[in-house]
């Protein structure tokens, strides 16, 4: 099942999602950060969003992309499933 698509920035309304914010001023990204637990053999990867027009990012280290989505899809005054 495809992610679901992310809503515009709350502060600038950019609504155009990107693959890379290299070379870019404009658009929402998904970041994808991952590593090790110190000397273990342990993986990690959490998710954030980050619009590059304003600046604005959530990051909250998600676990999974979709969670990371829900989080910048939820507004002040909205309910929550």
Known sequence: MPSPALKPCPFCGED???????GRNYGLFIRSTNGTYGNSDERWEFFDVECVKCGCSLSIGAPSRDE????WNRRAGEETK
């Open 68 to 71: 990371a989505i829900a989080a």
């Open 16 to 22: 155009e999602e990107v693959s890379s914010p290299e």
